[in-house]
Protein backbone atom coordinates (compact mmCIF):
# COMPACT_ATOMS: atom_id res chain seq x y z
CA UNK A 1 0.00 0.00 0.00
CA UNK A 2 2.14 2.55 0.66
CA UNK A 3 4.60 1.30 -1.99
CA UNK A 4 1.49 2.28 -4.02
CA UNK A 5 1.66 5.64 -2.54
CA UNK A 6 4.89 6.45 -3.34
CA UNK A 7 4.68 5.28 -6.84
CA UNK A 8 1.76 7.51 -7.53
CA UNK A 9 2.98 10.60 -5.47
CA UNK A 10 6.29 10.40 -7.76
CA UNK A 11 4.14 10.47 -11.11
CA UNK A 12 2.12 14.05 -9.92
CA UNK A 13 5.39 15.01 -8.90
CA UNK A 14 6.63 14.64 -12.76
CA UNK A 15 3.74 15.93 -14.27
CA UNK A 16 4.39 19.24 -11.84
CA UNK A 17 7.88 19.28 -13.34
CA UNK A 18 6.40 19.06 -16.35
CA UNK A 19 3.96 21.80 -15.99
CA UNK A 20 6.56 24.20 -14.51
CA UNK A 21 8.80 23.72 -17.19
CA UNK A 22 5.24 25.26 -19.62
CA UNK A 23 4.82 27.75 -17.40
CA UNK A 24 8.68 28.81 -17.96
CA UNK A 25 7.97 28.56 -21.52
CA UNK A 26 4.84 30.98 -21.62
CA UNK A 27 7.48 33.65 -19.99
CA UNK A 28 5.16 36.12 -18.55
CA UNK A 29 2.58 35.07 -15.84
CA UNK A 30 -0.36 36.94 -18.08
CA UNK A 31 0.53 34.71 -20.68
CA UNK A 32 -0.10 30.90 -18.89
CA UNK A 33 -3.20 28.85 -19.57
CA UNK A 34 -5.07 28.85 -16.64
CA UNK A 35 -6.46 25.37 -17.30
CA UNK A 36 -2.58 24.75 -16.66
CA UNK A 37 -2.73 26.27 -13.23
CA UNK A 38 -5.82 24.65 -12.66
CA UNK A 39 -4.08 21.44 -13.18
CA UNK A 40 -1.40 22.14 -11.09
CA UNK A 41 -3.82 23.18 -7.92
CA UNK A 42 -5.42 19.68 -8.52
CA UNK A 43 -2.32 17.64 -8.27
CA UNK A 44 -0.59 19.79 -5.13
CA UNK A 45 -3.67 18.76 -3.74
CA UNK A 46 -3.80 14.89 -5.13
CA UNK A 47 -0.46 15.13 -3.37
CA UNK A 48 -0.79 16.05 0.00
CA UNK A 49 -3.44 13.94 0.74
CA UNK A 50 -1.23 11.21 -0.36
CA UNK A 51 0.93 12.75 1.98
CA UNK A 52 -1.79 12.26 4.79
CA UNK A 53 -2.70 8.88 3.46
CA UNK A 54 0.64 7.69 3.66
CA UNK A 55 1.24 8.85 7.23
CA UNK A 56 -2.04 6.88 8.24
CA UNK A 57 -0.72 3.86 6.94
CA UNK A 58 2.41 4.48 8.81
CA UNK A 59 0.51 4.67 11.62
CA UNK A 60 -1.92 1.87 11.41
CA UNK A 61 1.45 -0.13 10.91
CA UNK A 62 2.80 1.36 13.72
CA UNK A 63 -0.47 0.40 15.91
CA UNK A 64 -0.48 -3.16 14.35
CA UNK A 65 3.09 -3.71 15.18
CA UNK A 66 2.26 -2.08 19.14
CA UNK A 67 -0.77 -4.15 19.22
CA UNK A 68 0.89 -7.54 18.26
CA UNK A 69 4.04 -6.75 20.74
CA UNK A 70 1.18 -6.19 23.58
CA UNK A 71 -0.10 -9.25 22.86
CA UNK A 72 2.83 -11.39 22.86
CA UNK A 73 3.77 -9.63 25.83
CA UNK A 74 0.33 -10.80 27.68
CA UNK A 75 0.72 -14.33 26.27
CA UNK A 76 3.80 -15.01 28.22
CA UNK A 77 2.95 -13.17 30.86
CA UNK A 78 -0.21 -15.61 31.07
CA UNK A 79 2.20 -18.45 30.77
CA UNK A 80 4.51 -17.30 33.33
CA UNK A 81 1.22 -16.87 35.57
CA UNK A 82 0.47 -20.40 35.10
CA UNK A 83 3.44 -21.96 35.32
CA UNK A 84 3.80 -20.36 38.91
CA UNK A 85 0.17 -21.07 39.76
CA UNK A 86 0.84 -24.49 38.29
CA UNK A 87 3.81 -25.03 40.76
CA UNK A 88 2.24 -23.99 43.85
CA UNK A 89 -0.64 -25.73 43.38
CA UNK A 90 0.74 -29.11 42.86
CA UNK A 91 3.67 -28.74 45.58
CA UNK A 92 0.79 -28.52 47.95
CA UNK A 93 -0.65 -31.33 46.77
CA UNK A 94 2.20 -33.24 46.86
CA UNK A 95 2.56 -32.10 50.34
CA UNK A 96 -0.98 -33.28 51.15
CA UNK A 97 -0.76 -36.68 49.50
CA UNK A 98 1.86 -37.65 51.91
CA UNK A 99 -0.42 -36.26 54.50
CA UNK A 100 -2.74 -38.40 53.21
CA UNK A 101 -0.17 -41.79 52.99
CA UNK A 102 -0.80 -41.57 49.14
CA UNK A 103 1.84 -43.33 46.54
CA UNK A 104 1.73 -40.86 44.17
CA UNK A 105 -0.28 -37.15 44.34
CA UNK A 106 -1.99 -35.62 41.77
CA UNK A 107 -0.44 -33.24 38.81
CA UNK A 108 -2.10 -30.53 37.43
CA UNK A 109 -0.44 -29.49 34.23
CA UNK A 110 -1.84 -25.69 32.40
CA UNK A 111 -1.91 -26.80 28.59
CA UNK A 112 -2.91 -23.08 27.68
CA UNK A 113 -5.13 -19.82 29.20
CA UNK A 114 -8.09 -22.43 28.58
CA UNK A 115 -7.36 -25.95 28.99
CA UNK A 116 -5.54 -28.06 31.59
CA UNK A 117 -4.82 -31.69 32.70
CA UNK A 118 -5.20 -33.27 36.22
CA UNK A 119 -4.65 -36.68 36.89
CA UNK A 120 -2.51 -39.15 38.97
CA UNK A 121 0.27 -40.72 36.75
CA UNK A 122 -0.38 -44.17 35.96
CA UNK A 123 -3.87 -44.67 38.09
CA UNK A 124 -6.89 -43.52 36.30
CA UNK A 125 -9.02 -45.75 38.19
CA UNK A 126 -12.64 -43.81 39.69
CA UNK A 127 -11.69 -44.08 43.36
CA UNK A 128 -8.55 -42.40 42.53
CA UNK A 129 -10.67 -39.73 40.62
CA UNK A 130 -12.71 -38.67 43.49
CA UNK A 131 -9.68 -38.61 45.65
CA UNK A 132 -7.53 -36.65 43.53
CA UNK A 133 -10.79 -34.44 43.43
CA UNK A 134 -10.87 -34.22 47.38
CA UNK A 135 -7.27 -33.37 47.53
CA UNK A 136 -7.64 -30.73 44.69
CA UNK A 137 -9.94 -29.03 46.96
CA UNK A 138 -7.98 -29.39 50.07
CA UNK A 139 -5.05 -27.99 48.37
CA UNK A 140 -7.47 -25.00 46.98
CA UNK A 141 -8.35 -24.60 50.77
CA UNK A 142 -5.55 -24.13 51.73
CA UNK A 143 -3.85 -21.66 49.23
CA UNK A 144 -6.81 -19.64 48.65
CA UNK A 145 -8.80 -17.36 51.44
CA UNK A 146 -11.67 -19.86 51.19
CA UNK A 147 -13.39 -20.05 54.78
CA UNK A 148 -14.73 -23.34 54.05
CA UNK A 149 -14.93 -26.61 52.07
CA UNK A 150 -18.18 -28.91 51.62
CA UNK A 151 -18.29 -32.19 50.52
CA UNK A 152 -21.10 -34.29 49.63
CA UNK A 153 -21.84 -38.07 49.76
CA UNK A 154 -20.75 -38.76 46.35
CA UNK A 155 -17.65 -37.55 46.88
CA UNK A 156 -16.75 -40.67 48.64
CA UNK A 157 -18.81 -42.98 47.11
CA UNK A 158 -15.90 -44.35 45.27
CA UNK A 159 -13.14 -43.72 47.73
CA UNK A 160 -12.10 -46.93 49.95
CA UNK A 161 -12.91 -46.75 53.66
CA UNK A 162 -9.27 -45.99 54.55
CA UNK A 163 -8.84 -42.97 51.82
CA UNK A 164 -11.62 -41.62 53.66
CA UNK A 165 -10.44 -42.33 56.94
CA UNK A 166 -7.27 -39.77 56.19
CA UNK A 167 -9.53 -37.28 54.30
CA UNK A 168 -11.79 -37.08 57.53
CA UNK A 169 -8.79 -36.86 60.13
CA UNK A 170 -7.57 -33.94 57.54
CA UNK A 171 -10.45 -31.98 57.73
CA UNK A 172 -11.02 -32.39 61.55
CA UNK A 173 -7.58 -30.96 62.34
CA UNK A 174 -8.01 -28.55 59.66
CA UNK A 175 -7.80 -24.68 60.89
CA UNK A 176 -10.68 -23.83 58.61
CA UNK A 177 -14.29 -25.55 58.93
CA UNK A 178 -14.84 -28.51 56.55
CA UNK A 179 -18.19 -30.10 56.00
CA UNK A 180 -18.72 -33.61 55.35
CA UNK A 181 -21.99 -35.15 54.11
CA UNK A 182 -21.75 -38.89 55.03
CA UNK A 183 -24.73 -41.46 53.65
CA UNK A 184 -24.24 -44.21 56.30
CA UNK A 185 -22.14 -44.82 59.20
CA UNK A 186 -21.23 -47.98 57.55
CA UNK A 187 -19.64 -45.69 54.77
CA UNK A 188 -16.49 -45.21 57.21
CA UNK A 189 -14.29 -47.37 59.17
CA UNK A 190 -15.42 -48.22 62.73
CA UNK A 191 -12.27 -46.57 64.58
CA UNK A 192 -12.94 -43.31 62.70
CA UNK A 193 -16.61 -43.01 63.69
CA UNK A 194 -16.04 -41.82 67.14
CA UNK A 195 -13.74 -38.82 65.68
CA UNK A 196 -16.91 -38.39 62.96
CA UNK A 197 -19.21 -38.59 66.29
CA UNK A 198 -17.37 -35.98 68.53
CA UNK A 199 -17.96 -33.49 65.46
CA UNK A 200 -21.18 -34.66 63.77
CA UNK A 201 -24.04 -31.65 63.78
CA UNK A 202 -27.16 -33.09 62.36
CA UNK A 203 -27.96 -36.92 62.15
CA UNK A 204 -30.54 -37.46 59.57
CA UNK A 205 -33.02 -40.65 59.39
CA UNK A 206 -36.27 -41.43 58.49
CA UNK A 207 -39.28 -39.28 58.29
CA UNK A 208 -39.02 -35.64 59.88
CA UNK A 209 -35.51 -36.65 60.31
CA UNK A 210 -35.00 -36.65 56.80
CA UNK A 211 -33.21 -33.77 54.96
CA UNK A 212 -36.10 -32.30 52.87
CA UNK A 213 -38.40 -33.14 55.78
CA UNK A 214 -39.91 -36.34 54.77
CA UNK A 215 -38.79 -39.54 52.96
CA UNK A 216 -39.63 -39.43 48.51
CA UNK A 217 -41.47 -42.74 48.42
CA UNK A 218 -44.28 -41.52 51.33
CA UNK A 219 -47.79 -40.53 50.45
CA UNK A 220 -48.53 -36.77 50.56
CA UNK A 221 -50.63 -37.25 53.64
CA UNK A 222 -47.97 -39.64 55.37
CA UNK A 223 -45.29 -36.79 54.92
CA UNK A 224 -44.13 -34.78 57.96
CA UNK A 225 -41.84 -31.77 57.04
CA UNK A 226 -38.82 -30.46 58.80
CA UNK A 227 -36.61 -31.46 61.28
CA UNK A 228 -37.43 -30.33 65.05
CA UNK A 229 -36.02 -27.44 66.48
CA UNK A 230 -34.60 -29.23 69.27
CA UNK A 231 -32.75 -31.27 66.60
CA UNK A 232 -30.82 -28.27 65.19
CA UNK A 233 -27.49 -26.95 65.68
CA UNK A 234 -27.47 -24.49 68.43
CA UNK A 235 -25.26 -21.40 68.13
CA UNK A 236 -25.68 -17.64 69.60
CA UNK A 237 -25.07 -14.66 66.99
CA UNK A 238 -22.39 -12.40 67.20
CA UNK A 239 -22.62 -9.27 67.89
Known amino acids: MIRELEDHKAALRE ?94 TFTNSSEYTYEIPGDDGAGSKFMSLAMFDHAILNLTELPILIHDTPVYTEISKERTAHLIRLGVNHTKQTFIAQGSPDAILPEIQGETGKHTIINLADGNQSLFGYLSNLEPEERTFGIPAGDLPKCEPKC
Open 15 to 108: QIRELRSRFIHNGRASQIDYALMDQYADIKVAIEKLNLTNQQCLRREELNAARDEAKTAMMQSQAEIYLRQQETINTELARIADILHEKTAPVL
